[in-house]
Structures are given as structure tokens and as C-alpha cells.
């Protein structure tokens, strides 16, 4: 989550993220941003121990336990992260050393515990180079760090087991407990709120636009300068206000440190010529602000073998600068907020029957999962950390159920009066009902399901309820009602809600990135009303199935940037 971005309407561009620029403008500025070394900003948590009534393996002493700590990767693989140190004699133990993992809000992060009793002829050895093999178990347990962070005070406490083998069955005992608290790592939450602007910029070429944009970099003592922040490309913009950024103080150093700001003309092929650039720390830009006076930007020249700096009548200008305190996601997570899962799932006939090998819809008796179950179970993996009660709504549309007409948002579970399902499992077991109780037909809307999922967030809202909704909408088409789900959109952008489209299939998908915003221009209702920020991330599966990247991540990579925005703009401080 990056600290750095352009925010106006709600709309937020995080560091290495997109900006609200128009046309393919956005991939091309991050590429070359990327190529300039920015890297996405991650949150980093302190893990602390303690565990108590710990089985005592010692005949003349108490134990001498010590944890080590695992992680269990996508691939099933575990491995060894780290160990604390050696508490001696003592069945409660807090120790002392602490684990710093970064945190991943689109992956299940499982982390797996093991306490141990140092045998007393290994206590002078450095713990890191003990042979586990030689000590004895006093428990495990596990859990995924979503589940630490959860929490209102962010500690959760483990039962510690201990597996014991016997000729007839394998069954687990009770051996204490293990309680590990998660602390956000960070300086300061501090953060500088700027909006810039210039005056008089001069076109590169003679007959083509200036398509300004800035670049913030920071100086470190090598005297390299590494991006942290950019705004939006404005369209032939000689005198260009940009949309407010903000810049944590810990990010940069501190309100003294030296920043660079460049102005670029953007390039369609990646090769943005440089404008001219100013060189100031935040206490300087501050200053600006308050004299009201602009500063002159200036560029770099050769001149014979020296390099010097040619003055320009543009100037830089500071409308506004204030400090505020910028709480994080975590933050929000600590004081009670829930982010609560919607599926809805396409039943139109361009799947194909459910029954054959070749549609998308088919149950495999292998358990190879298909598509629809694939998305539905990823990203439900992930986000049923952060619901309490784990009762999903879930629907279908572009179905007829049965002795009925054609319905484009029907309860999955079959009910007339409840949509709601229990766990995963339950939108599972829905779903595979679902298909041999309705009748696929068509066409693909989403503006009904898009529809009953804000009414549902704007009630929770009206109720003054802690809860950001995400949809999940799975389909195989093009959407037939693109102008109503627009308008749906549009309104529903003013609502806690985020929606994520998953296109399965070989469809071609290009239109459905209208309604994603970093791909072009916000959305525009009817009306033309525009959407006040982006709440729409669209993937089309083929992209990520077998790559490096799961469609989990893919799909969830926005949702703490889209989250922040919307309580940011609404001025929602966090419960804690």
C-alpha cells in the first residue's frame, strides 16, 4: 500500500500503481516509472510470542522452550523462517526476539508454529544452528496472518498440539497455549497533502501538445534520485493543476530532505521529454505555498564540458499544502471493519452445457475444479478472513429457473427470500445445485447484480455499519447492458463497494475493460454523471492461469488501494 498518490473525487494512484490517465497512458507511465526502480510499497509486521502452560519435559527442571516459526507456500512446501531465542526453565515463556514478515493482503499467508525443549547439553549452541531433529516437541498450531491482523487487538491465541502416532489412529493433544501479537512497522503515519501546479510550460515540439505530468524522486547519499510518487497525465495542459499527492515523511526521510520534481511531456512511446525540474525538500514546498510565489523550473544544459542549469519562465506552484495523520488498512482492519464477500455467477447458454466435458459450467468427477470454482474458491480464500459470520450472498444471472422466466439476479441457494450461503463451501455446493436447477439462457446483464449488491452496501451504510462490500461477478461474455452498468456503477462508486469481474473463457474481453478504470478515462453515467472513483478491477483468466501470478492476486492487488480511498474521501477514521 503505497503512501504516495493522486486522489480527487476518491480516486487514488498508488506508488507503482496507475494514475487516472487517459488511453494506454497509464501502462506507459509505469513502465517507465518501473524502469526508473519503483517498487510497490508493502506492509511490514512486527510478530511478537508468548505461550503459557507449556508441557514440562524436564525431570529435575522446567523446560527450556523455543519457537520456530515456518511458512507454508502455494505449492504445499514448508519452510523454516525463524527462531527465537532459548527461555530458560520456564513453562510461560514471552520471549524477546521478534518475526517481521511483510504483509500480502491478496495471499493467504500460512504461517506455522513449533515449540520446542532445548535439551540441556545444546543451550551454549547459537540457537540458528540447533538440530530441531534433536529437541523435543512441546506443540504446533498455525493460522494465517490474515487472522493475526483480524483482530481487534491484533493478538490470537493458538491451542498447541501435539500429534501422537499409535498402531490404530493418529490424534492430537492439548499442550498449552501460544499467543502472538502483530505490530504495523512504521515512523511515522504523518503525511504531506500537496497540490501542484505550473505555469507557462513550453511545448517540446512546435506542433504538438503538452501532455504535462510530475515525477517526485527523492535523493539519497549516492546522489541517485528513486521515484515515489507521480500524478496523472493532463491532456494539452500548458497551465496544469494536477489532483492532490500525498507524500509519507517517513517515505522520503523527513520534511528536510532533499526532493526532485520533474515535469515530463508525455510520450505514447514511453520517451517522455523532460520539461524542467525543481529541486526542494517539503520544508521548502511548504514555503512556496505560503509566500504564494511559484518557483522557476530549470534544465539541465551542456555547456563545453560543464553541465549547467538554464532557468525557464515556467514555474512550479504549491495551491495547497497541509499535514494529516494517514491511517492504513491495517489500521481500519484493528478497529472492526469487515470486508464482506458477493459472488455472482454467469448462467448464460454461451457456456454450454453443464453436462458436457467441454462447458465451462462442467463438474468434473475428479474434482478439477473449472473455472467458475477456481475464482470462486481463490478470492474466497482470501477475503473470508475478514468476515466474521462468513454468510456470503451469492446469485446467478442470465438463467431461467425452473417454471420461471428468465432471471438476472436469482438467489444461487434457491430461496425466494435468502440469498445468503454459508462459507465457501457453501457457494460451492450452491453453484453445483444451481446448474441442474435452472435452465441457461441469456443475455449477460450485470446491472441487476451490480444493483443488488449496492443496495445492500448502501443499507449497511444507512445503518452506520463498519463493512466494505466486494462483488465477485464471474462470466463468459461480453456484458449486453454496457450503458446501465455504467449508470450502476457510476452510483454505486459512492458506495463502500468494489467490484471484481472475472472473464472465463475465449471471449474477447476488450470492452469489458471500459468498465475498468485504469485502462482508460473514469467511468461516465448516462446522465453524464462520472464515477467518483474506481471500484472496478477486471482479469480475464486466460492471463493468469498458469503464470506466475495467481487471479487472486491479480484480482485483489487494488482492493486495499480502492478500501482507503473511499475512507479517505469520506473522512472515516478507524476505531481504534
Known sequence: MGN??????????????????????????????????????????????????????????????????????????????????????????????????????????????????????????????????????????????????????????????????????????HHGKLTVHAEECFSSRTTAEMMLSCLDLESKDLFSNCDPFLVISKLVESGISIPVCKTEVLKNDHNPTWKPVFLNIQQVGSKDSPLVIECFNFNSNGKHDLIGKVQKSLADLEKIHSGREGENLFLPTLVGHDCENKILKSKL????????????????????????????????????????????????????????????????????????????PAWGFGARPIDGPVSHCFN???????????????????????????SLAGPTLFGHVVNKAALIASQSLADEAQKYFVLLIITDGVV???????????????????????GVGGADFKEMEILDADKGERLESSTGRVASRDIVQFVPFRDVQGGEVSIVQALLAELPTQFLTYMRSRDIKPRI
Open 317 to 392: 506552484f504549491v495551491e495547497n499544502f497541509s499535514e494529516t495523520i494517514q491511517h492504513t488498512f491495517l489500521d481500519y482492519l484493528a478497529g472492526g471493519v469487515e470486508l464482506n464477500f458477493m459472488v455472482a455467477i454467469d448462467f448464460t447458454a454461451s457456456n454450454g452445457n453443464p453436462r458436457l466435458p467441454d462447458s465451462l459450467h462442467y463438474i468434473d468427477p475428479s474434482g478439477r475444479q473449472n473455472a467458475y470454482q477456481k475464482a470462486i474458491y481463490e478470492v474466497g480464500e482470501v477475503l473470508q478472513f475478514y468476515d466474521t459470520d462468513k454468510c456470503f
Open 412 to 438: 444461487l441457494n434457491g430461496s425466494n427470500n435468502y440469498c445468503k450461503v454459508e462459507g465457501i463451501r457453501g457457494i460451492m455446493m450452491a453453484y453445483t445445485s444451481a446448474l441442474f436447477n435452472v
Open 480 to 502: 449486453t447492458d454496457l450503458q446501465e452498468t455504467k449508470d450502476a456503477l457510476v452510483k454505486a462508486s459512492d458506495l463502500p463497494l468494489s467490484i471484481l469481474i472475472v
Open 4 to 173: 504516495c498518490c493522486s486522489d480527487v473525487g476518491g480516486r487514488m494512484a498508488a506508488v507503482g500503481g496507475t494514475a487516472a490517465i487517459t488511453g494506454n497512458q497509464s501502462d506507459a507511465v509505469d513502465m517507465y516509472l518501473k524502469s526508473r526502480g519503483i517498487h510497490g510499497i508493502l506492509s511490514q509486521i512486527e510478530l511478537s510470542f508468548s505461550a503459557t502452560n507449556l508441557r514440562d519435559r524436564d525431570v529435575f527442571s522446567k523446560s527450556d522452550p523455543m519457537l520456530v516459526v515456518y511458512i507454508k507456500e502455494r505449492d504445499g512446501a514448508v519452510i523454516e523462517v525463524f527462531r527465537t531465542e532459548v527461555v530458560l526453565n520456564s513453562l510461560n515463556p514471552t520471549w524477546i526476539k521478534k518475526y517481521t514478515i511483510a504483509y500480502h493482503f491478496e495471499v493467504v499467508q500460512t504461517l506455522l508454529f513449533h515449540v520446542f525443549d532445548v535439551d540441556t547439553q545444546f543451550l551454549n549452541i547459537e540457537v540458528k544452528m540447533l538440530k530441531l531433529e534433536e529437541q523435543q516437541s512441546l506443540g504446533e498450531a498455525s493460522c494465517a496472518l490474515s487472522e493475526i491482523v483480524t483482530k481487534p487487538n491484533r493478538s490470537l491465541t493458538l491451542d498447541l498440539v501435539r500429534r501422537v502416532e499409535s498402531v490404530s489412529s493418529t490424534h492430537s493433544q
